[in-house]
């Protein structure tokens, strides 16, 4: 560097020592030749003086503008780089790979900002949120709907002003989601209303969502009625249909005089018959008829060991894989109830192996499981539909019936077909852990 500058000085000096030295040697020059040899050393010396004045301050002004255009958010200015390498050659290469770094993040950005407004606007359920003040700062065409005004002129009114301050006021006991009943003012009805806060880096806020669920919840009754109502009509057409042709024939057998065995066998049919007709309405009177869960601790080991027992005695092979024993929320005799339907239907559906009861503790909840090696599920869809049963003595409640039980205890029970390579269907049932 210090080199450079006494190079630059030197140079810059070279004119006039040129002429000093021609001074020296020839003798002082007369008038015209004087005045033209020092007005030549001036114009050299401002000629090599400027073409070596430093051009780094107009550089580092190149740079500084785009680094303001950056910080204003105008990503599309660039500088040119000069040629061959260099400390602002560098520089300016990276100024620029930012700048295409954030034009590019800024067009991302974008793209992803009208998906999720297009998808905001697509949803049937209203999406709100509120600034930590209450203020309304965005809601999807939905939640205008909802609200029965303009989405510009709900935004920036205070969730007391739109008539949500009741929904809005935090309890700390209700869960974060629920259904209920609301009047919204442009639209009443049941709604699965979920209330969350919202934090970001710098900023909080509120959250608030409604789903309709009035018409799915009817879809869904409409859809287990036609089940329903198939699976009656099936049952009782099975009972009646032979009662009828029976009836017809012990007629035709009494009017011809003949009233001996087939008449009593006939009779007796009859009788079977109107008898698992009378179960299967016993059965659909147990569902309806559910008693109100008691719910206590119950131990499962004790649960399953006697549910086992009592079918062990009809020639089940049963085997609990003792672990930890687990304590459960539940009504002890509605569970047991539960547990008996399914070991029975383990038991029912064949298989050389004995059935294996498992227990485990997942996420805070119990989960019991109930292995067996028999033929595995039929294929269909209406296993858990009352009286839909593939046995001939079969009554087509148990499954429903347990799984309404297992639900009253705010649980949940599925049957798949095993995937660990064994034959057989497996029971899950997840029961809330007792909390002391
Ligand atoms: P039921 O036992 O009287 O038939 P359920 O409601 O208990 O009534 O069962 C309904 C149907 O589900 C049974 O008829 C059977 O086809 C099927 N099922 C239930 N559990 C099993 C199982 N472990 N393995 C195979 N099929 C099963």
Known sequence: MRSRALLAAAAIASPALAALGLVLVAGRPDGFVGAALMALVLALTATIALSLRPREPHRLRTLGTLADALRDGDYGVRVRPPAGPGGYAELAATLNALADHLQRE??????????????????????????????????????????????????????????????????????????????????????????????????????????????????EETQAFERLLRVLGHEINNSMTPIISLADTLQRLIERGDAGDDVRAGLRLIGERAQSLQRFIAGYAALA????????????????????????????????????????????????????????????????????????????????????????????????????????????IGLVLSRQIVEAQGGRLSLRNRDDGHDGAVAELELPLWAA
């Not at 259904?179 to 880096?201: C, D, K, M, N």
């Not at 498992?358 to 269909?380: F, K, M, Q, T, Y």
């Open 106 to 219: 800024r067009h991302d950005l974008h793209e992803t900002l009208q998906l999720l407004s297009k998808t905001l606007a697509g949803l049937d359920g209203a999406v709100l949120t509120f600034e930590a003040d209450g203020r309304l700062k965005l809601i999807n065409p939905a939640g205008a709907r909802l609200l029965g005004a303009d989405a510009t002129a709900l935004v920036g009114r205070t969730w007391s002003e739109l008539g949500l301050g009741e929904l809005m006021r935090a309890d700390p006991e209700a869960p974060a989601s629920r259904v209920r009943a609301y009047e919204f003012p442009a639209r009443g009805g049941r709604w699965q209303i979920t209330h969350s806060p919202l934090r970001s880096r710098s900023l909080a806020g509120h959250l608030l969502v409604v789903q309709p669920i009035e018409q799915a919840l009817r879809e």
């Open 289 to 396: 008829r559910l008693p109100r869960p008691q719910p206590h601790a119950v131990s499962l080991r004790a649960a399953c060991t006697d549910a086992a027992a009592l079918l062990d005695r009809c020639g089940a092979r049963i085997v609990l894989d003792e672990g930890d024993d687990l304590r459960v929320r539940a009504d002890r005799d509605q569970l047991q109830q539960a547990l008996i339907n399914l070991l029975r239907n383990a038991a029912e559906a064949g298989g050389e192996d004995e059935i294996r009861v498992r227990w485990s503790a997942e996420d805070g909840r119990a989960l019991v499981r109930i292995l067996d090696r028999g033929h595995g599920l039929p294929a269909s869809d209406n296993l858990f539909v009352p009286f839909f049963t593939t046995k001939p003595e079969g009554s087509g």
